[in-house]
DNA sequence: CATGAATGAGAATTCATTCAT
DNA sequence: AATGAATGAATTCTCATTCAT
C-alpha cells in the first residue's frame, strides 16, 4: 500500500487538478477541492507541488510533452502534403478526446494573468506555432506571408478545439452523437475545409 | 459632476467588470478589485447587481444583445451568398476590434461552471447557433447535414476569435502589426479560406 | 392618498417590525427587510424613528401603554379574589390572542444586551411587577415574603405566555386546536391551577 | 500547552457561544466576538463547526442530551408521585443553576426562526414534552384530557424557568439573594404550588 | 415627505499555506 | 510520507445610516 499509494497520491492530484480546473479555471478551484477529489490530505498539495501554482505548471509541461510530439511526427516528407495534414488532424482529434479536460484546461488558462506560468506558456506556446508554421509551408504556403501564417495557425488550433469547447451545448443544437463515427466524418471535414480553403489562399 | 457620476457608477463597475475579467478571468477577480478599478465603493456592487455573479450575468446579457445582431442584419437576400459572407465577417472582426475584452471574456467563460448564468448562456448560445445555423443554408450547405452544421459554426466563431485570443503571443511571433491594414487582410484571408473551404464540401 | 398613507407609514413599519423581530428576533431583521415588508422606503425608518433601536423602543414603549392597564382594571375591590383573578387571567389570555407577536418579542428581548432599551424595560418591569405584587396581596399572600412573591409572578407571566410560545411545536403534539373553545378551556385549567396552587401556599 | 489546547479549542468555542448567545442572542453575536472570547481563530469556527448555525446545532443537541434524562430517572415508580415529582423539580433547578446561560440560551432561541435548526428543534422538543407528558400521567392526570396536558407542560418548564429568565430584573425589584438557601425555599414553594394546583385540576 | 444612491464599517466565510507531530 | 490543526489574509456580502435631490 505505503509504495504505490505514494506515487499514486501525486498522479491522483494531477488528475483531479486538470478535471477540475478544466471545469472552473485555475482561480476557481481551491486546494481543499482538489485535495478531496484525489483523496489526500491538504497538505500534500504544497509538499509535492509547492502550492496550487506548481500543479498548474506541472500540468502546462506535460501538456506540451505530449502535444508536440505529434506536430513533429506530423511532418513526414514521405508523404503528400494533404496526407501529411489530415494526418495531423486525425491525430490531434484523436488527442482530444483522449485528453479533453487537459486540453481545454491548458487553451482556457493560456490568455490568463497568472505570473509564475507566464514564462511556461510563451516559451511552449513559441514552439508550437512554430511547428505549425513549418507545417504550413509544406502545404505550399510562403512563411514569409506573416500575416496569412498568423491567421492560419490559430484558426486550426481553435477550430478544431471548438467542436470539444461548445460540447455541451453543441449536441442539445444539433443532436449529433459524439461517437467513433461522429469523429471520423468531423476529421474528413475540417480536413476538407481547411485544404479547400488554403487552396483557395494559394489562388 | 454629481448627477453624471451616479449615473455613470453602474456602467463604470460593467467596463472594469469586463477589462479585469476578460484578464483574469471570473473566478480570478475580486469585488474589491472591481470597485477600486470603477471607482466605486464596495457596497454598490451588491447594490446593483446582487454580488459578482451578477455582473456576469448583465455582461453576458448586453453581449448578445449587441451581438445576435450582426448576424440578423448579416441575412441579406438581396446579396450573394459570397457577399453576405464577407460583410458578416467584417463586422463580425469590426465588433470584436470594439469590443475585445468584452468578446473574450464571453468566449472564455462560456464553458466554465457558475452555475447560475448556465440558463442564459445556453439559451444564449442557442440563438447564436441558430442564427448561424440558418446563415449557412444560404451558402448552400444542406441544413439537414447537422454534422457539417455542428462544424461550420463553431469553427468560425473560434477562427475568428483565435487572432484576438492568442494576440499577446502571436504578435511577439509572427511581428504582425494589429492595425487597420493588418484586419483588412485578415478579413479577406479568413472569408477565402472559408470560402473556398465550404466550395470543397459542397464537392 | 398622501395625507392617510403617511401616517400609515409610520404605523406600517411598527406592525412589519412587531411581526418580523417576533419571528427573528430584534437583531436578526435588517432595516432593507422592515422597510420591504413594510412597504416604505428605506430612509423612512431613521427618518420616523431615528434608526433600528427607535423601533424598538417605540414598540416596548407601546406594548406596556397596552398591557398595564389590564392589572390596573383587575384590582376591583367589588370582587372576590378569586372573581379578580379569573377576571386578569381571561384578559391577559385575550390579550396575548390579539398581540401575540408583540408579547412575544417584548418578552423575548427582555432579556437582551440593547443598551439604550435597558432603561425603558428595566422600568416598565418595575412597574408591572409592583403591579402584580399588589395583587397577589389581594389573594391573601403576605406581600413581605418576598421569595413568594418572587415566585408568583414571574410563573404566572410565563407560564400564560407559554401557550404561545411553544405554540407551533405543542399544537403538533398534543393536536389540539387554538380556537375560541380551547382558549376558554385554557384560562380555566390556568386559573385552577394557580388558584389551587396559591391555596396550598397560604397552607 | 500544545497538546490539551487544540483539543480544548473546540469546546472553548461553544463555552463562549453559549454565554455570548445566552446575553445577546444568536443573531445578536458576531463569530469575531466568539473567536476572541474563546482565544482561537477566527477560522477554527468554520473548521469545526462549518459556520456560525452549525455551533448552534451542536449547543442545542448537547443540551438536550443533559436535559432528557433529568425527565427519564424522575420516573421512578419506586415513590410516590409528589416524591417523584419533588425530586424532579429539584434536578431541574439544580440543572438550570449549573448551566443558566445554556438553558436561557435555548430556550430563547427555541422559537426565532434559524431556518437550519428547525428540524433538530422541533424533534427535541417532541421528546421533551413526550416525557412530561408521561410523568403528568403518573400524577394522576387523563393523558387523554390534551387540552390540561398541553398546559402543564410548557408552564412547569417556563415557570421553573422563569426565575432565571427575569432574574437580573426581579433581584433588582424582590431583593431577593440568589443563594443556596432561596433555591431550597423556591424548589419547595414551586414544588407546592404545581401539587396544589394539580390537585385542584384533578377535583 | 419621499426617494435612490452612496458610504464605510462589519458581517460570515474561504483561502492557500504552514507547522508540530 | 502523512496528518489534522492552526493561521492570517482575503474573500463576498450585508449592515445601519446618511445625504442630495
Aim: net charge neutral; with cysteine; glycine share 6%.
Amino acid at each position: 500500500m505505503a509504495e504505490k499509494d505514494r506515487k499514486d497520491a501525486r498522479q491522483r492530484i494531477l488528475d483531479a487538478s486538470v478535471s477540475l480546473f478544466s471545469r472552473k479555471g485555475f482561480a476557481g478551484v481551491g486546494v481543499r477541492e482538489i485535495a478531496n477529489e484525489a483523496g489526500v490530505n491538504l497538505a500534500m498539495i504544497s509538499y509535492y507541488f509547492n502550492g496550487k501554482t506548481g500543479i498548474l505548471k506541472e500540468i502546462i509541461e506535460q501538456f506540451f510533452n505530449l502535444y508536440l510530439p505529434i506536430f513533429i511526427d506530423a511532418d513526414d516528407p514521405g508523404k503528400t502534403p494533404e496526407a501529411c495534414f489530415r494526418h495531423l488532424i486525425r491525430k490531434i482529434v484523436h488527442f482530444i478526446r483522449e485528453n479533453t479536460d487537459l486540453f481545454l484546461l491548458v487553451y482556457n488558462e493560456i490568455p490568463l494573468d497568472v505570473p509564475e506560468v507566464a514564462e511556461i506558456k510563451s516559451r511552449r506556446i513559441g514552439e508550437l506555432l512554430e511547428r505549425i508554421g513549418s507545417l504550413m509551408m509544406r502545404f505550399g504556403l510562403d512563411p514569409a506571408d506573416r500575416a496569412i501564417m498568423a491567421v492560419i495557425g490559430p484558426t486550426l488550433i481553435s477550430a478544431t478545439l471548438a467542436q470539444f469547447r461548445l460540447r455541451p451545448v453543441m449536441h442539445k443544437i444539433f443532436q449529433v452523437k459524439p461517437d467513433e463515427k461522429y469523429y471520423e466524418h468531423y476529421v474528413d471535414t475540417i480536413c476538407t475545409l481547411f485544404l479547400s480553403g488554403v487552396a483557395g489562399l494559394r489562388k
